[in-house]
Nanobody
Framework: QVQVAESGGALVQPGDSLKLSCVAS????????MGWFRQAPGQEREFVAA?????????YTDSVKGRFTISRDNVQKNTVYLQMNNLRPEDTAIYYC??????????????????WGQGTQVTVSS
């Protein structure tokens, strides 16, 4: 079993930056692609970004391209970050980190991520 825990959510102002962290633990020997998703009030959960186990491949949803960066710690490979710059009110949501069932998957399909964290709240408001 794999456990996932994210942290770093906060209340920030429009234009601010914020960095989320995610750690996968447990049976992670085979490696896992990791993804970030978010869910705004009254909305469905949506894909934000994902990264392969190697860290060499990434994928973003269009609305965050150029503002968000997903990365993986080079030493602690089970640690993944989401650097969010130029935040907008529409980025307000609970952000979830998830681990894919294989090391090579880094796509947007939620069904490919069997392991999920509890979420961390990001609020962008003036």
């Amino acid at each position: 079993q794999v456990q996932v825990a994210e942290s770093g959510g906060a209340l920030v102002q429009p234009g601010d930056s914020l960095k989320l962290s995610c750690v996968a633990s447990g049976r992670t020997d085979n490696g896992h692609g990791m993804g970030w998703f978010r869910q705004a009030p009254g909305q469905e959960r949506e894909f934000v970004a994902a990264i392969s186990w190697s860290g060499r491949s990434t994928h973003y949803t269009d609305s965050v391209k150029g503002r968000f960066t997903i990365s993986r710690d080079n030493v602690q490979k089970n640690t993944v970050y989401l650097q969010m710059n130029n935040l907008r009110p529409e980025d307000t949501a609970i952000y979830y980190c998830a681990a894919a069932h294989v090391d090579t998957y880094y796509g947007p399909a939620m069904k490919e991520y069997p392991y999920w964290g509890q979420g961390t709240q990001v609020t962008v408001s003036s």
